[in-house]
């Protein structure tokens, strides 16, 4: 079956991945960024083991500020730092970044366009056991409405490396979204992170999955499993929502003929909601279907059990497609 997919840039088949957490990647280059730029500065919301903000801190001690539990008290601390040339990068749970300090989130750093960096670490529901007062499943529609925030959600480790490799010379408010569990390496070294621009997983021409975060890993399987029945979707890695490749949309719907969203988010105001918005204004409206969170509460249980019950499986998701192809006109 691997034979038959058509992997690119760097992309893994499933039979060779390792797991890896983002946020450690994210810990690690830290201090690589703190090496490299005597403005980068790191914030933490009392979670720095959880964050991994702890290598910085053991290497910069002094240009690491411990807010404590008081997620909007540090946005506003690193807005006002970012008005002295800082590059504040600062860090907690998706669900307080996104939610608690939404107010300061927009108010002080968006609508100032400041250079803050939030790090939101624990988004989605695979943070398991810690329950649904834990489990940000709103948060990039949050941030995908201001209006000038730059979104990102990397897929797995190496992809948390390059973009944090990138974020220092973007000048602006930035959202970048973490996960709490181990994730599938699907890129690699090689696979490219160009801003603003779609990544081509899986070659194909029946359909398109376009994924964000770990859902790429699920993607690619969702692709394997299609492969098996003779039918090849393309797979797109859409690591930056905003600004969203509005070109790699309207191209996988005028070669592909159908596009399937998956994302470990609401349904809505997700990465679905843009990018429908882009299809059905673009010169070829497709069938399109979109694999994300349903509109309920989830509760405590492990990450697989909580991602089963909400549907973000490759079977549901090669199942969407199938469905999708077969509206194709």
Not at 70 to 83: H, R
Request: net charge negative.
């Amino acid at each position: 079956m691997a034979a038959k997919v058509e992997y690119k840039n760097g992309i893994l088949p499933s039979s060779e991945w390792k797991q890896e957490l983002t946020r450690k990647a994210y810990g690690e280059m830290l201090v690589e960024l703190g090496h490299q730029n005597p403005n980068v500065v790191v914030l933490d919301a009392d979670l720095a083991m959880s964050t991994f903000t702890k290598f910085f801190r053991e290497e910069f001690p002094e240009r690491f500020i411990e807010c404590g539990i008081a997620e909007q008290d540090m946005m506003n601390t690193a807005a006002g730092l970012s008005t002295w040339g800082l590059i504040p990068f600062l860090s907690s749970y998706a669900i307080f970044l996104s939610g608690r300090a939404w107010d300061q989130a927009r108010n002080t750093v968006d609508y100032s366009n400041l250079n803050v960096k939030i790090a939101a670490a624990h988004g989605g529901i695979s943070v398991g056991q810690d329950g649904c007062s834990h489990q940000g499943m709103e948060d990039l529609g949050n941030m995908l409405s201001l209006v000038n925030m730059t979104v990102l959600v990397p897929a797995d480790y190496w992809e948390t490396r390059r973009m944090m490799a990138w974020i220092p010379e973007h000048q602006g408010p930035l959202y970048f979204r973490l996960g709490r569990e181990k994730v599938p390496m699907v890129t690699t070294e090689e696979t490219p992170f160009i801003p603003g621009k779609a990544v081509e997983a899986v070659g194909g021409s029946d359909g398109t999955f376009i994924a964000c975060g770990m859902m790429l890993s699920r993607a690619v399987q969702a692709a394997e499993l299609l492969a098996e029945e003779g039918i090849f979707s393309r797979v797109l890695n859409m690591p930056m929502l905003k600004p969203i490749d509005e070109e790699a949309i309207a191209r996988a719907s005028e070669e592909t003929g159908a596009i399937v969203t998956m994302e470990e988010h609401s349904v809505y105001g997700g990465l679905g909601s843009v990018v429908a918005r882009v299809v059905v204004q673009g010169e070829r409206a497709v069938p399109m279907r979109v694999v994300a969170i349903p509109d309920i509460y989830l509760e405590s249980a492990g990450p697989e059990e909580l991602l089963e019950i909400a549907g973000l499986t490759p079977e549901n998701a090669a199942a969407k497609m199938k469905a999708a192809l077969a509206q194709r006109g």
